[in-house]
Nanobody, 119 residues
Framework: QVQLVESGGGLVQAGGSLRLSCAASGSIFSINAMGWYRQAPGKQRELVALINSAGSTNYADSVKGRFTISRDNAKNTVYLQMNSLKPEDTAVYYC?????????????WGQGTQVTVSS
């Protein structure tokens, strides 16, 4: 099992910045990717950014050039630096961790942190 603790959400004006953090604990030895998803009211959960164990990253088109995902393997923590925030970035942001074991990939989710961007 993997436990995730998120922090860093809040209310910010358009054009502002926020930094989300997610610390993993538990069965962290076989984590291969960490990332962030978000879900706005009435919409499906969508991938925002992902980083694998080699440091390769993947971003949603809507956040490219504005958001940066990073990972501190020593602290088992993933970060999402969000700059130039827009009202359409308003959502609950969920940390996601993928762990591989015996050919099966397990997905773990954080509790979610609210990000609200005012216009």
């Amino acid at each position: 099992q993997v436990q995730l603790v998120e922090s860093g959400g809040g209310l910010v004006q358009a054009g502002g910045s926020l930094r989300l953090s997610c610390a993993a604990s538990g069965s962290i030895f076989s984590i291969n990717a960490m990332g962030w998803y978000r879900q706005a009211p009435g919409k499906q959960r969508e991938l925002v950014a992902l980083i694998n164990s080699a440091g390769s990253t993947n971003y949603a088109d809507s956040v490219k050039g504005r958001f940066t995902i990073s990972r501190d393997n020593a602290k088992n923590t993933v970060y999402l630096q969000m700059n130039s925030l827009k009202p359409e970035d308003t959502a609950v942001y969920y940390c996601n961790v993928r762990r591989a074991e015996a050919g099966t990939t397990y997905y773990y989710w954080g509790q979610g942190t609210q990000v609200t961007v005012s216009s």
